[in-house]
């Protein structure tokens, strides 16, 4: 048994159709030529990463186009092998609730880029980034390409313990053209988006700009989810180079879904909610708490009682009201080598700012002053400022192709916790959806410096059917925290620095279609600078004592093995892949009481973590039209230790346990028909139990979970027109969808479960000129 580390105190938390790669990091390329029976990837449902010394696959756009208009890259992959996504909201946008994981790594663990740009770790409280939602529309990307591994050397990411997810915008039309599409259905959703491309200008330059309008009302309580979004993107060919740039707006606001326990589902039902449309209610609620004690809160209004009305049983069953907003800038300005160059290179910068807010209306906190609401409105506010700048330069060194690659980006983040009133007790005079200001109390309020360095090299050798990928990458990653307002948290400075983290792979052609691969990666992860997550999240007292002797503060590291075959003959692509990952240092979050409250988060170290599986995939390209994929996976992702603290004592049975959030099985499968300007899609999800305590002592079940779409393309002699229906969960299943909203706990039930969205319809009319 390992002995507990620490405990930390912290507040809660390449398919046909566009060009799309050039801005990618550089990536494996094919490991032979085409053979000449080989009819392309045109048509495929998933491409499957021939030539690859991992496991790799990619998606197009059309297998993004083929969901309902605004969908979440980050849903179309959920086909994937591995690939664990969930979300209560039918386009995996809303982003308290949206979660993805991949062989029992959760987001975290995983690296996440836009044409080569880091977007962080795609979490709520995103301290070092973006959601992707926000970074571009799903109209234009280009492709997504997953690496289930830790993935390649050249993503800029310090963080993928698990693996990666690599998205790359469209290139603007060589064609000027005009592209509009408009969208009706359930909850009154009303999605509007343009595009205008420029078409050759003269010399190769091209742009194109798009917006996008987005509104519709939760499936189930009251309150809307909107967004505002604007792309922009130019590419440019000055003699042998390639310039390239990017601008993206994005103004979203969503309230939220109420968390949910097993017991609430239960005593409530899957629709309950919380109250946003009764605020008579919430105070009434509000006030009978503070009579009863339960928030700590002085006594408000002592003729409200001490019971609650029914079918209440706790002041935390449902809150007046819930949101968050985010306002981000993202830019990036980049040249590259042109096609057939000797000498390879590419150089890029960007530049990020964010403004957001993250609102509850708590009855935990009074506001202040005679007469005024037992509520008020809480916030975790984030304010991000990074800039960066990556590249890499390479070429052929006699059989060798050498790589040489680096990243370096300075985030400035300012985080803090504030309180504004609400002065009445009959109507709230606050907006959910607007960013607060004024407030009367600042519970802790830093400034996070983070400085990144990054470099990595990587040396590709073939000889004849055999190809071989040696190297490296290495990093250096120092925090730094300092106060405006310190609260009780820690301020200081941290690093975590590993120049050698080892990578090699083969794959190895076995003729009439079929390939070997197999590979080892070796990740370590550096630390994060926040006050809701990481080293920071603590008293002084205890950062410091993170810094020395026995509960010294060690990075997680991951150490992965895969091997496994492809194989393609006539319609028939598949891939069988093993794995074994051996995951050290891993750190376990322990949240205790309701989230609005922001009680302490324990980090537990509990050594090693193994996980052993395997994935399949196969795809048919059938005659007439059809087509038909799919996937299954198979994971056993355990904790190798318990948890004691310093003096042996028994803390939580962790030893042998399935990992949080780590489903055993995984099947997908979609069918497909393409002909005369029909098109149909069917889709179906299983997902077995998973486990939402460390002790797996609570689960959620399995379910499966169907979508469709079904659409018409007019022959309008060149120009396009068509029309497309999707319908979401379409037996409209109930189920619990996310888990870990709230974080983990030890053992027994929490307030940390999302149930997924009912069946919904959305009909999209698309037009291009």
Do not use: C
């Not at 150089?347 to 005679?370: E, F, M």
Request: glycine residues 14%; proline residues 4%.
């Amino acid at each position: 048994m390992r002995n507990l580390a620490w405990l930390l105190a912290g507040t809660s938390i390449l398919m046909s159709g566009t060009a799309f790669a050039r801005d990618a990091a550089p990536a494996e390329t094919p490991a032979a030529e085409t053979p000449a029976d080989d009819t392309g990837d045109q048509g495929e449902i998933v491409v499957i990463g021939r030539g690859e010394t991992r496991q790799v696959q990619q998606l197009g756009f059309e297998d993004i186009g083929v969901l309902a208009a605004g969908t979440s890259p980050l849903k179309a992959i959920e086909k994937l092998p591995s690939v664990n996504f969930q979300s209560a909201d039918p386009f995996g946008n809303y982003e308290w609730a949206q979660r993805v994981a991949i062989r029992g790594f959760n987001q975290n663990q995983l690296g996440f880029t836009l044409d080569g740009i880091p977007l962080g770790d795609a979490s709520y409280g995103n301290v070092n980034g973006l959601h992707i939602s926000r970074a571009i529309t799903s109209e234009n990307i280009g492709e997504v390409r997953v690496s289930q591994g830790a993935g390649s050397l050249g993503t800029q990411a310090t963080n993928n313990l698990g693996g990666t997810l690599e998205f790359f915008s469209r290139d603007p039309s060589s064609d000027f053209g005009l592209r509009g599409e408009g969208t009706y259905g359930s909850e009154n959703t009303v999605r509007l988006f343009g595009r205008i491309d420029t078409g050759d200008l003269g010399g190769g330059v091209a742009g194109y700009v798009s917006y996008v309008y987005s509104d519709m009302d939760k499936w189930k309580g009251w309150g809307s989810q909107r967004t505002n979004q604007v792309n922009a993107k130019l590419v440019a060919p000055v003699g042998d180079v390639r310039i390239a740039g990017t601008l993206s707006y994005s103004d979203r606001r969503e309230n939220d879904y109420q968390d949910l326990s097993l017991g609430m589902i239960d005593r409530l039902g899957y629709d309950w909610d919380n109250i946003s449309n009764d605020y008579a209610l919430a105070v009434r609620i509000a006030d009978i708490a503070n009579n009863r004690g339960d928030t700590g809160a002085p006594v408000s209004n002592p003729g409200a009682g001490t019971v609650y009305p029914a079918p209440f049983a706790t002041v935390d069953d449902a809150y007046f009201d819930a949101a968050g907003l985010r306002r981000d800038w993202l830019a990036s300005f980049g040249i590259e080598s042109g096609e057939g160059s000797a000498v390879r290179f590419s150089l890029k910068g960007y530049y990020h700012n964010n403004h957001g807010q993250g609102l509850w209306y708590t009855p935990y906190v009074p506001s202040p002053g005679a007469g005024n609401s037992p509520i008020s409105i809480r916030t975790t506010e984030y304010d991000i400022d990074r800039k960066g700048v990556f590249g890499n330069i390479g070429g052929q060194l006699g059989f060798n192709d050498v790589t040489v690659g680096f990243w370096y980006e300075r985030n400035d983040f300012q985080q803090a916790r504030r309180f504004y009133a609400l002065s009445g007790r009959t109507t709230p005079d606050r907006d959910s959806l607007d960013f607060q200001s004024d407030p009367f109390a600042t519970q802790w309020d830093y400034n996070y410096t983070t400085d990144t360095i990054q470099y990595y090299v990587q040396d590709r050798l073939t000889f004849g059917d055999l190809t071989v990928n040696l190297g490296w990458k290495g990093f250096d990653v120092r925090n730094t925290a300092d106060p405006i307002v310190a609260g009780s948290l820690a301020s200081g400075k941290i690093k975590v620095t590993d120049w050698f983290q080892p990578s090699a792979g083969f794959n190895y052609r076995l003729g009439a279609g079929a390939e070997l691969f197999g590979g080892f990666t070796q990740v370590t992860r550096a630390f994060v600078s926040s006050a809701t997550t990481g080293p920071f999240a603590t008293t002084q007292a205890g950062f410091d004592a993170l810094l020395s002797g026995s509960t010294k503060l060690e990075p997680e590291q991951s150490d992965t093995y895969e091997l496994g075959g492809r194989f393609r003959s006539g319609p028939f692509t598949g891939s069988l892949a093993g794995y074994y990952v051996n995951f050290r240092n891993r750190l376990l979050g322990v949240t205790t009481g309701a989230g609005i409250v922001g009680n302490p988060v324990t980090l537990q170290n509990v050594g090693d973590v193994r996980s052993v599986g395997f994935e399949a995939t196969g795809a048919f390209k059938l005659p007439a039209g059809f087509g038909l994929f799919a996937s299954y996976s198979y994971n056993d992702s355990t904790y190798r230790d318990n948890v004691v603290n310093a003096a042996g004592a028994l803390l939580a049975a962790t030893k042998g346990k399935t990992v949080v959030d780590a489903p055993r099985h995984l099947l997908k499968g979609e069918a497909t028909f393409e002909r005369s300007g029909f098109s149909a899609r069917v889709g179906a999800n299983y997902m077995s139990k998973r486990y939402f305590t460390y002790t797996n002592d609570r689960s959620v079940d399995g379910r499966v979970v169907v979508d469709a779409t079904l659409g018409y393309k007019f022959d309008l002699g060149g120009h396009d027109l068509e029309i497309q229906g999707n319908a979401t969960n379409l037996f409209d299943k109930k189920y619990v969808s996310t888990i870990g909203t709230n974080g983990f706990g030890n053992s027994g039930d929490n307030q940390t479960l999302m149930v997924g969205a009912p069946q919904q319809f959305f009909v999209t009319l698309k037009a291009g000129f």
